[in-house]
């Protein structure tokens, strides 16, 4: 398909739908992906297909869609396993058709909330966008090694950022300090003048 045809199908189908919602009908709209590199821009080509991956294995049925058992299994898998509402949470959070499962769409929607901050790390979905770049076929010491490896980073980070800032804090009390003991050594001294 030309990018022309491509363009005049996505004109079509936009009219059609302008036309459903002019004439009242409920109108489901279904989301097809052109081109999903173009569409999560955000992500490499190589991230993008480490996430089809990780998909692909887990949507056992082959349909393409991760039912809330595969996404359970997932979840299990990954290590952070969820309770049936909380997995029913997960699914209603990014799932933009309603029809209660993930499509691969739906899933990088799950990542693309966690790149922009839009996830609490603690919830379902922000485990799920934590682990599921985690390569689940490394078992043993080699797979954990490179886990825990990376959660040493992370926190690394973290704790390298507190510091800098915990020194900018230090930095200013010192400078406040030295501006007190300044004025009092300054007033000591005009108060020598005033006497005389």
Do not use: W
């Amino acid at each position: 398909m030309s990018a022309t045809e491509e363009l005049s199908s996505i004109l079509v189908r936009r009219q059609e739908l302008n036309d459903a919602l002019d004439n009242g009908e409920e109108v489901k709209i279904k989301y097809k992906v052109i081109n999903i590199f173009t569409e999560f821009h955000e992500f490499s080509r190589k991230e993008i297909k480490q996430f089809e991956a990780t998909f692909k294995k887990f949507n056992t049925n082959k349909d393409n869609y991760l039912s809330i058992d595969e996404l359970k299994r997932m979840m299990e898998v990954l290590g952070a396993p969820q309770t049936h509402i909380g997995l029913k949470q997960m699914i209603r959070e990014v799932d933009e058709d309603g029809d209660g499962r993930l499509s691969f769409h739906e899933f990088m929607m799950v990542f693309r909330k966690a790149r922009a901050g839009e996830l609490d790390e603690e919830s379902g979905l922000g485990q799920l966008a934590r682990l599921a770049v985690i390569d689940v076929d490394k078992v043993g010491v080699n797979g954990a090694k490179e886990f825990f490896q990376a959660k040493i980073n992370e926190l690394s980070k973290r704790s390298k950022f507190e510091e800098e800032i915990r020194q900018e804090q230090d930095e200013r009390k010192r400078l406040e300090e030295e501006k007190t003991l300044r004025r009092q050594q300054f007033l000591e001294k005009a108060s020598i003048f005033k006497c005389a």
